[in-house]
């Protein structure tokens, strides 16, 4: 255990414990967009930054990915740490315009855009956090999805852009996304939902006659656990 | 393809670690990078084709569409702009009928144009197929097309 001060606060922790996951543990509260309990953090969209000093260096450090040590003292919210999450809000503003999700972050931090920036034309809501492409190959263990390209024409995608074989129409991606990027189409009727540009039949509850998940992952998840798929056909609620 | 394929990837032992050397063997045997063989290469090394798309749209040394028999790459480095290599550029362009990063219909010719060659006391320079030619012109530039057999490359400013 090790002993830190975050926000004037005496705080004990475990050695080797992010800073991020600690001022969570008590309820200090840390903007973030590429943060996720079920992912390994990798520090993409730099809103967490905080200062922390140690010894006689004060540093802006990433807190999702920075380890707490022995008298530390971390600040959250100083001036220096809220200028340069100011900053990282506005050049994510810029490039991704349209989302929502950010909109409201702005508006929350009091940010706005910076008229220098200019804003990003050709619809793009990604920051390129890489999220949904690390939960659709950990987490659901299909990868049917990545980057492709590189620089200003990165993007995510399917393989060749093409309907993916692969995905499983889970919807995990559009799930995890923290700018609303990835779209998933649902009909009305819920009988079939479109991602990826390939649309998936749902499954009809057996119970309750709910449209409740796509065919292939009932499929999928049939395969990988050894259940059969005739025990799968019957919806969460109604098991 | 598929023998060939399973070929290269024996010649690495199967290591996935190896993709990048693994997709420049396969690219070398089949002049550019086809879907099919990209499938291949992903199924026999169990590594999922979105990784190997990722991988091969990442290195501009890999082409998903099929390249020329003759690889033109001209410098746009600062050393052979300034010794018009622009000029050359759109002189090159006109001959061929296409844009940068292009090939030709007939699959003769693919003209790119790069950042810097490194050989900047020969510049402008033009690499035909890994061979350099130093202090270049248009009237040169129309030469060595003509000489590739590019029809409709009149060089009128006879030397």
New interface residues.
């Given amino acids: 255990m090790v002993n830190l001060t975050i926000d004037n606060r005496k705080i004990e922790a475990e050695a080797g414990q992010f800073i991020l996951d600690v001022a969570r543990e008590n309820g200090i509260v840390i903007p973030t967009l590429c943060s996720h309990e079920s992912i390994e953090p990798t520090g993409s969209c730099r809103l967490c930054v905080v200062e922390a000093r140690q010894g006689k260096k004060t540093r802006i450090v990433t807190s999702c990915l920075y380890p707490v040590a022995k008298g530390m003292i971390v600040d959250t919210r100083s001036e220096r740490v809220m200028n340069v999450r100011r900053l990282v809000l506005q050049l994510l503003l810029a490039r991704c315009p349209g989302s929502e999700q950010l909109k409201e972050m702005a508006a929350e931090m009091g940010v706005e855009a910076e008229p220098r920036f200019v804003p990003d034309t050709d619809n793009v809501k990604c920051i390129l956090c890489r999220m949904c ?1 690390r939960t ?2 950990k987490v659901v263990g ?9 620089g200003p024409e990165k993007n995510v995608c ?3 852009k093409e309907e ?1 074989e ?1 995905c499983i129409g889970c919807g995990a991606c559009a799930y995890i996304c923290p700018t609303g990027h990835i779209e998933m189409e649902t009909t009305e009727t819920g009988d079939t939902r479109t991602i990826w540009g390939r649309t998936f039949k749902m499954k009809i509850c057996k119970v309750c006659g709910r449209y409740f998940a796509p065919e292939d992952q009932l499929v999928y998840i049939s395969q990988k656990t050894g259940v059969p798929i005739e025990d799968l056909a019957v919806c969460i609620s109604c098991r | 393809m598929e023998e060939k394929v399973k070929e290269i990837i024996q010649q690495y032992s199967g290591d996935k670690s190896y993709l990048v050397p693994i997709l420049q063997d396969v690219q070398r045997e089949f002049n550019y990078l086809p879907k099919d063989v990209l499938c291949a290469v992903s199924a026999h090394l169990s590594v999922p084709i979105s990784r190997v798309y990722e991988v091969v749209t990442f290195y501009k040394a890999f082409s998903l569409k099929p390249k020329g028999r003759y690889q033109l790459s001209l410098c746009m480095g600062t050393a052979c702009h300034v010794r018009g290599a622009e000029l050359i550029a759109r002189n090159m362009e006109d001959i061929l009928g296409i844009k940068e990063g292009d090939t030709t219909a007939d699959l003769e010719f693919s003209y790119e144009t790069v950042g810097c060659l490194g050989a900047c006391a020969l510049g402008p320079v033009l690499v035909v197929n890994g061979e350099y030619h130093g202090h270049m012109n248009i009237a040169k530039s129309t030469k060595i097309l003509k000489k590739l057999g590019k029809k409709g490359a009149t060089d009128d400013e006879q030397d």
């Fill in positions: 492409v659709c190959e299909v990868s049917a999805i990545g980057f492709s390209y590189r399917t393989p060749f993916s692969t």
